[in-house]
């Protein structure tokens, strides 16, 4: 399995916009529109914020959005608040053999200034 | 609304077996095309995926634990299981269960259940 890569910090003020990136290979983000994102706050569970590239689950506001493009897949928060501010994790598919199991990114840690 | 709750030991000793139980509630484990699955976190580091399993009993394993994991399902109890045999202190995790919501995300998660490997 190949590893997502992303940036280990991301940071903006309150009401900016902030875009973390994902980046994977050809045989996983770049095949297939199965990128997830999820954000963490200390000590909870991973929340899920994005499915299938683009799509929010309900009650997960407009303000979070995201993107593919190649091999790489972003997200980005606008009119960024206080309680954005956790770790961000994007997942994608793992392979045929593991029939819909994920590998996740490294994590990025969003600091709202 | 649909809940998840992990339980088992928090304390493990080396080389012995990791025992996990996910106990579902506001739901049923049957659900037509629903997959579980586990998850878990080492101190500081990011999620892993373990496995994935249907009520019927069919159950998927990422490559590098396919040998030492074993996940299963009760439906009758609406529960599923862990096991990871032959621990050491690599497997020291926050240990998810989870809802796989559709092809390849998890959208309902339980708290977490906190495992260290210790002699």
């Known amino acids: 399995q190949s590893a997502l890569t992303q940036p280990p910090s991301a940071s903006g003020s309150p009401g900016q916009s902030v875009t973390i990136s994902c980046t994977g290979s050809?045989?996983?983000?770049?095949?297939?529109?199965?990128v997830s994102w999820y954000q963490q706050h200390p000590g909870k569970a991973p929340r899920l914020m994005i499915y299938e590239v683009t799509h929010r689950p309900s009650g997960v506001p407009d303000r979070f959005s995201a993107s593919k493009f190649g091999n790489t897949a972003s997200l980005t928060v606008s009119g960024l608040q206080a309680d954005d501010e956790a770790d961000y994790y994007c997942?994608?598919?793992?392979?045929?053999?593991?029939?819909?199991?994920?590998?996740f990114g490294g994590g990025t840690r969003l600091t709202v200034l | 609304q649909l809940q998840l709750q992990e339980s088992g030991p928090a304390l493990v000793k080396p080389s012995e077996t990791l025992s996990l139980t996910c106990t579902v509630s506001g739901g049923s484990i049957r659900g037509n095309n629903i997959y579980w699955g586990w998850i878990r976190q080492p101190p500081g580091g990011a999620p892993e995926w373990i496995s994935t399993?249907?009520?019927?009993?069919?159950?998927y394993y990422i490559p590098s634990l396919r040998s030492r994991a074993t996940m299963s399902v009760d439906a009758s109890k609406n529960q599923f299981f862990l096991k990871l045999h032959s621990v050491t202190a690599a497997d020291t995790a926050v240990y998810y269960c989870?809802?796989?919501?559709?092809?390849?995300?998890?959208?309902?998660w339980g708290q977490g259940s906190l495992v260290t490997v210790s002699s």
């Open positions: 989870a809802r796989r919501g559709g092809t390849t995300f998890f959208d309902y």
């Open positions: 050809s045989s996983d983000i770049g095949a297939y529109n199965y």
């Open positions: 399993g249907y009520y019927t009993g069919d159950t």
């Open positions: 997942s994608t598919y793992a392979g045929l053999d593991t029939y819909g199991g994920v590998i």
